[in-house]
Nanobody
């Protein structure tokens, strides 16, 4: 099993930056990919960025060139660097880990609030 804990959210002005961190514990070797998702108020949860076990990445079109996902060698931390933040980036941000173990559901963190406002 995998446990995820997000941190780094907060209030930031438009144009500012924040870095979110996802601490990963448990069966790290079984993780196929770790993704950052967000859920704006009243909307569906959506993928923001993902990093796979081969270190390949993908991003939502809305954040390309502004957000950057990374991990360390131990793969026990996944960061999301968010630059040029906009009010539309306001959401609860969640970390999710997909497992390579057959039939094992993904693990989710508890979420961290990001508010972009002047």
């Amino acid at each position: 099993q995998v446990q995820l804990v997000e941190s780094g959210g907060g209030l930031v002005q438009p144009g500012g930056s924040l870095r979110l961190s996802c601490a990963v514990a448990g069966s790290i070797a079984s993780i196929l990919a770790v993704g950052w998702y967000r859920q704006p108020p009243g909307k569906e949860r959506e993928l923001v960025a993902e990093i796979r076990s081969d270190y390949s990445t993908k991003y939502a079109d809305s954040v390309k060139g502004r957000f950057f996902i990374s991990t360390n060698n131990a793969r026990d931390t996944v960061n999301l660097q968010m630059n040029s933040l906009k009010p539309d980036d306001t959401a609860v941000y969640y970390c999710k880990a997909d497992s390579s173990v057959r039939f094992r559901p993904p693990a989710w963190g508890q979420g961290t609030q990001v508010t972009v406002s002047s």
